[in-house]
T-cell receptor
Framework: ELKVEQNPLFLSMQEGKNYTIYCNYS?????LYWYRQDPGKSLESLFVLLSNGAVKQEGRLMASLDTKARLSTLHITAAVHDLSATYFC?????????????????FGQGTILTVHP | EPEVTQTPSHQVTQMGQEVILRCVPISNHLYFYWYRQILGQKVEFLVSFYNNEISEKSEIFDDQFSVERPDGSNFTLKIRSTKLEDSAMYFCASRLSTGAIESKNIQYFGAGTRLSVL
């Protein structure tokens, strides 16, 4: 069974600081997603990472994927208050024996990020 | 920008009653999903739907649950006899296709239906 673990689960940052959220997963994966969720809201797609070594950047967020280590990171640069939210990584396992992966997402527990002035 | 639409936003029901949660996925998407999130917990997969049939389902998706795509646009989740533990936020998601193009692989989520079972 695929397990996805995020670290840390709670992150309190000062504005202007840098930090990294880690996402480890337990089996071979087709692809990895990062989502943002504001309280009481839906999930907003941030990044899709499809291959080993993939790196994506959007504003102050940068995501990377190391499929050999089964690890993805979400790096936050010079945090601002607007980045306060819960961040989830989600993994799609590789299709089995040549079959199709229908894209079922297995989510991590989420990292609650709070950015303070 | 196209979006996944879910109705109602909040549904209150009595234990044992049937509920139907409705979703309109993005129009040219091919893969459809239901997930749920119990308050304060992570998002859990329920079921995926492709080519007019269930492609995968989780242990949560037992005989009390069913899905339908009756008319080529709506995608519904029915819970036949609700239990207290079914109280959660239910998210519908859709995806265009698969393959190596990142933008086609994004699963877009609706705003969710909060189901409260009393």
């Amino acid at each position: 069974e695929l397990k996805v673990e995020q670290n840390p689960l709670f992150l309190s940052m000062q504005e202007g600081k840098n930090y990294t959220i880690y996402c480890n997963y337990s089996t071979t994966s087709d692809r990895l997603y990062w989502y943002r969720q504001d309280p009481g809201k839906s999930l907003e797609s941030l990044f899709v990472l499809l291959s080993n070594g993939a790196v994506k950047q959007e504003g102050r967020l940068m995501a990377s994927l190391d499929t050999k280590a089964r690890l993805s990171t979400l790096h936050i640069t010079a945090a601002v208050h607007d980045l306060s939210a819960t961040y989830f990584c989600a993994v799609v396992p590789e299709g089995v024996a040549g079959g199709t992966s229908y894209g079922k997402l297995t989510f991590g527990q989420g990292t609650i990020l709070t950015v303070h002035p | 920008e196209p979006e996944v639409t879910q109705t109602p936003s909040h549904q209150v029901t009595q234990m044992g009653q049937e509920v139907i949660l409705r979703c309109v996925p993005i129009s040219n998407h091919l893969y459809f999903y239901w997930y749920r999130q119990i308050l304060g917990q992570k998002v859990e997969f329920l079921v995926s739907f492709y080519n007019n049939e269930i492609s995968e389902k989780s242990e949560i998706f037992d005989d009390q649950f069913s899905v339908e795509r009756p008319d080529g646009s709506n995608f519904t989740l029915k819970i036949r006899s609700t239990k207290l533990e079914d109280s959660a936020m239910y998210f519908c998601a859709s995806r265009l296709s698969t393959g190596a193009i990142e933008s086609k692989n994004i699963q877009y989520f609706g705003a969710g239906t909060r189901l409260s079972v009393l």
